[in-house]
């Protein structure tokens, strides 16, 4: 079936081959975004199986549900559901699910919410200064550059965006908010482009909108906090996915899936092992996954993607 919108998703193959290993499985697809991955799925699933999938983008389920509805035979195997994937227990809780087979996580934002200049992601096109993944959240980018000093923006840039001109980048966009000048995305592009200069100024700016967009959605903490869950939701012998797209993200993964698949956390002088850890996850392929030559070809976004998986043992 061909999906309707314009996002490809990431390293389908590998999901599709790696994640689902009960074909009358649960499988929960916490960002399914257009329902690429989600699509393919519930493609291999059979009843009693099932997919449900969350997105914090109400545009995306709305897309979603279009495309996962035209896989006729499979309609009754899917529910969608408007949260933040930090919350997904509350999900299972009310639909009385206890343990899924399958966990996927594909982080970021889709080609299709970096297209819309309204959702205020994309420096290329003017939009508002939102960067909001749920349009119902609180705190939009334009409201938190008025509302943060220039010392805790600089460090949002260099720890969120691992910017090294952090310290001027947060001085000049303190300045044009102090100017009440700083309203759309080309303004807060323009703050950047006015003091890093060189081949590498759109890379700065590109950081620049990934620190603030991970700040206001909160984005690493929620990506932690649903890996956490995960270790209480997943059956034995169930997979956790995570595809990535920058070093934040991917070290948080690689951390989690480490600590939860030791054997042993004693002090190494000790002689023999006296801890008896159980771990809870193993990794399915040690390494992370990446895509290949000709799928960053033909679709770009993937160059940056990694792909992590592990076994809940
Ligand atoms: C890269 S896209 C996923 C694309 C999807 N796998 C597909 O094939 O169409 C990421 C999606 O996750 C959503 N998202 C990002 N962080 C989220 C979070 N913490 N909770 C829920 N949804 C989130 C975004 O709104 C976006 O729709």
Partial sequence: MQNLFSHLPVMKQDI??????????????GTVGFGGHSGEILEKL???????????????????????SSFKTQTKLFSLHHINF???PQILDKLEITKVNGILLDLGISSYQ???????????????????????SELNAKDYLYS????????IIRDYGEERYYKKIALSI??????????????????ITSVVFGKFQIKSVARVFQAIRIHINDELVALREALVQSKKYLSNGGRLAVITFHSLEDR?????????????????????CACDTIPSFKWVSRKAILP???????NPRARSAKLRIAERI
């Fill in 16 to 29: 599709n081959n790696l994640l689902v290993t009960a074909l009358d499985g649960i499988y929960l697809d």
């Fill in 46 to 68: 059979k009843s009693p199986g099932k997919l449900i999938g969350l997105d914090a983008d109400p545009d995306a389920l709305q897309s979603a549900d279009q495309y996962l």
């Fill in 86 to 88: 930090r919350y997904f």
């Fill in 114 to 136: 970096i297209d819309n200049a309204e959702k205020g992601f994309s420096f290329r096109a003017e939009g508002p200064l939102d960067m909001r993944l749920n349009p119902n």
């Fill in 148 to 155: 943060v000093n220039e010392n805790e923006l600089g460090q």
């Fill in 174 to 191: 303190v300045k044009r908010v102090k100017e009440n000048k700083m309203n759309t995305t080309l303004d807060l592009k323009d703050a």
């Fill in 252 to 272: 948080i993964v690689k951390r989690f899936i480490n600590d939860e698949s030791k054997t042993c956390v004693c002090p190494r002088e000790l002689p023999i």
């Fill in 292 to 298: 290949s030559e000709k799928e960053i070809e033909e």
